[in-house]
């Protein structure tokens, strides 16, 4: 695939620090997708930049954006603790979320989560608190550890879960009972949790993409309305 468009990057400010992130805008982008990652991860990640760069080439704008400053990422990487911090990570994605409400270039676009592991708990929080999130894919996720916000969840939720993995499977399907919010649980044949199987990466893109597509257009229905 040809992206359409350039990556730049961004710094968001947090206190007196900032997280970094890529913004990848196609001409005619149609919403924009907000990356956030799981455990471990970072917006590096191959299978998060597949996902975006399949998202690009479809107009939809993305923005990578890691979670944690670089010296938390730093602390991170010999504790593991950061990165189950749901509290932070959701706050971190607030502030990201509100930085793309507010670019002039992205400002009028209806605006999604794409979120792995961990991250997906950190996203739907954050769509519990925020009315702009049109909606929230996840992969692979853990929504279960977004706990008692999962009953405040009122945005259209995806969840895309490896056939083989089944602790996430069961966990996936608990926390979507808790949803009240239209919710869809996706399972991808044969897959795995890091979704490395013979073409289950490239269906989680296309999922994503028709999901995104569709929960946007109701955004411009609105709109026009």
Same mark, same amino acid.
């Given at each position: 695939m040809t992206r359409l468009a350039e990556s730049r990057a961004v710094s968001i400010p947090v206190g007196r620090k900032s997280i970094n992130g890529d913004l990848s805008l196609p001409p005619g982008a149609r919403g924009v997708v907000v990356f956030a990652h799981g455990s471990g991860s970072s917006r590096r990640s191959a299978s998060n930049q &597949?996902?975006?760069? &399949?998202? /690009? &080439?479809?107009?939809? #704008?993305?923005?990578?954006?890691?979670? %944690?400053?670089?010296?938390?990422?730093? @602390?991170? +990487? +010999?504790?593991? *603790? %950061?990165?189950?911090?749901?509290?932070?990570?959701?706050?971190?994605?607030? !502030?990201? !979320?509100?930085? @793309?409400?507010? *670019?002039?270039?992205?400002? /009028? %676009?209806?605006? #999604? &989560?794409? $979120? @792995?592991?961990? #991250? $997906?708990? =950190? $996203?739907?929080?954050? $769509? =519990?608190?925020?009315?702009? @999130?049109?909606?929230?894919?996840?992969? #692979?996720?853990?929504?279960?550890? =977004?706990?008692?916000w999962l009953a405040r969840v009122h945005t259209p939720t995806l969840l895309i879960v490896g056939q083989r993995d089944d602790v996430v499977l069961r966990l996936n399907r608990e926390a979507a009972a808790r949803i009240p919010a239209p919710v869809c649980i996706e399972v991808i044949p044969g897959a795995t949790h890091l979704f490395e199987e013979k073409g289950a990466l490239e269906r989680v893109a296309a999922l994503s993409h028709r999901w995104f597509n569709e929960q946007f257009k109701q955004f411009a229905y609105r709109e026009a309305a």
């Open positions: &597949y996902i975006a760069e &399949y998202l /690009n &080439y479809r107009y939809l #704008g993305t923005l990578l954006i890691d979670l %944690l400053t670089f010296d938390e990422e730093a @602390v991170d +990487m +010999m504790t593991s *603790h %950061l990165r189950f911090d749901i509290e932070l990570l959701s706050e971190r994605l607030i !502030t990201a !979320t509100d930085w @793309v409400l507010l *670019h002039e270039s992205t400002s /009028n %676009l209806p605006l #999604g &989560y794409f $979120a @792995v592991s961990t #991250g $997906a708990a =950190a $996203a739907l929080v954050a $769509a =519990a608190k925020l009315p702009d @999130v049109e909606t929230v894919v996840c992969r #692979g996720g853990r929504p279960d550890l =977004a706990e008692d």
